[in-house]
């Protein structure tokens, strides 16, 4: 075949890509596969080395996400030509030039995921970082989780460090010189100066409203105070159907590169048929078709294939809405009306770090009892052994390894977008115009821009500093 003959037939396109089930495609993928490897594997035995030949030529090869060979790059080592170092490299110069536009730690006035509930333990302080804000949660006499910043304003210890409950009920102390702070951020006791300390009521620690609703411990980080604090409810689409539910699950894992790359991913209707060809709950997705965009009336985006026949069977999706701050959810379309509500929330840690958050609850009556609770205990398996199990798993077959592969951050200005981009690109300015609003409210309320070191270790490059 000359190397310039298109590919664009429609005879040419269904064999490349053919528009078959899921288990045909892993029988055909078998099929093709196992018999090169097993000719491969003959050739080791001496005098059968003709094997070797006979399999070592171009052929037409079926194609295939192969989710083994995705996992096993996203699980190896960095440092090989394979994974190089680079990926792991922060573009500082492009965060400099862009941070004004590209919310490179998220946007801010909403609430977040945090913690599960049972991450959470009475008189035991838990750290966490969000939006790069480092971040002390506790409980109070009540149960109820307060949280304040992860640093003591006295002399910079780690308020993780400290001891809760121990200098009266509720609060925190700072092991160092003993300030103890109660939920609002209020030095409450200052030990090391005494008993009625003329600094009490004096210094406060910055504390972020925190409520505690589905299993979930949430976290407000914008600059609102007081009755300005939008309700928890305002930042979670369709809060009563995906937090209060009959069967519900919560998934979080830890990611290393920006939310921003995942953001483009969930967006994109067009890569779901190419990557997810032996991902389970996409496996009948078909290739191809264009993609259209909305904006719904409650302020998501509506992405969608506008012709929406022709997959191969039921496994197979259609739509998504995002809603800001990073959010995709899923309605009862899922499982044939097996869940109230699902989405998946990419909440930043820092610039190049963010948490992968899957919640959602199964509708009992829809699905049954037994049904519903079999399905979370598959859930759960599936994202325990995800690491193990390639195959099924969309992210660490799928997903990840490519995110991964665009860096730590994804440079947008060095891309050539096309028209089935059309998600990506809505999103994109969604957040932008989001962020600007942001910067320019900061602004107008005399606050300073925000700085947040970057990366595990939290290293600045020298004389700059990242907001």
């Not at 053919?18 to 490897?37: C, H, N, S």
């Not at 925190?210 to 979670?236: H, M, N, T």
């Not at 052994?385 to 860096?407: E, K, N, R, T, V």
């Not at 947008?412 to 096309?418: A, F, G, K, N, P």
Request: aromatic share 12%; glycine share 10%; proline share 6%.
């Amino acid at each position: 075949m000359n190397m310039h003959e298109s590919f664009d037939t429609e005879e040419r396109f269904e064999k490349i890509v053919p528009t078959i089930t899921y288990g045909q495609r892993i029988r055909t993928i078998l099929a093709d596969e196992l018999k090169y490897k097993l000719m491969f594997s003959l050739a080791r035995i001496p005098g059968l080395g003709f094997f070797h030949k006979i399999a070592n030529q171009p052929r037409d090869r079926v194609y295939h996400t192969d989710p083994v060979f995705l996992n096993r790059f996203y699980n190896a080592e960095y440092g090989t030509a394979d994974k190089p170092m680079a990926l792991l490299d922060m573009p500082w110069d492009y965060i400099e030039e862009h941070q004004e536009e590209i919310p490179f730690f998220g946007l801010r006035e909403y609430w977040y995921p945090a913690l599960q509930s049972g991450e959470l333990l009475h008189n035991e302080p838990k750290a966490t970082e969000i939006c790069g804000d480092k971040i002390v949660f506790w409980r109070d006499a009540e149960g109820n989780p307060q949280a304040i910043e992860n640093r003591c304003p006295h002399r910079n210890p780690l308020m993780s460090l400290g001891a809760v409950n121990a200098v009266g009920q509720g609060n925190i102390t700072c092991r160092y010189h003993g300030m103890t702070f109660d939920g609002k951020g209020n030095l409450v006791a200052y030990l090391g100066d005494g008993p009625n300390s003329q600094y009490c009521g004096k210094i406060k620690a910055r504390s972020y409203p925190a409520e505690e609703r589905g299993g979930i411990i949430w976290v407000y980080v914008g600059c609102k105070e007081g009755d300005e604090v939008p309700p928890l409810e305002s930042s979670i689409p369709n809060a009563d159907d995906l937090l209060d539910g009959d069967v519900s699950y919560i998934f979080k894992t830890e990611v290393n590169f920006s939310f921003l790359n995942m953001l483009d991913n969930a967006a994109d209707m067009s890569h779901v048929g190419c990557l997810h060809r032996t991902c389970t709950p996409f496996g009948d997705q078909k290739v191809g078709g264009d993609v259209g965009v909305e904006d719904l009336e409650d302020g998501s985006i509506h992405a969608f294939i506008k012709d929406m026949s022709g997959h191969a069977g039921p496994n197979h999706i259609n739509e998504i809405r995002w809603y800001a701050p990073n959010i995709v959810y899923h309605g009862p379309e899922l499982f044939e009306g097996g869940v109230n509500g699902a989405c998946f929330w990419f909440v930043p840690i820092d610039a190049g770090r963010f948490n992968a958050w899957q919640i959602g609850n199964f509708n009992a009556k829809k699905m049954g009892w037994l049904k519903a609770r079999i399905f979370r205990a598959v859930f759960k398996i599936a994202f325990k052994w995800a690491h193990y199990l390639p195959q099924p798993a969309c992210y660490d077959g799928g997903d990840g390894p490519i995110q991964m592969a665009q860096g730590k951050v994804a440079n947008w200005d060095q891309e050539m977008l096309t028209g089935l981009d059309r998600g990506v690109v809505a999103t994109r300015e969604r957040m932008k115009k989001l962020h600007r609003e942001e910067v320019a409210m900061r602004k107008e309320r005399g606050l300073p821009p925000l700085e947040h070191p970057v990366g595990k270790s939290g290293e600045l490059t020298p004389k700059k500093k990242y907001r």
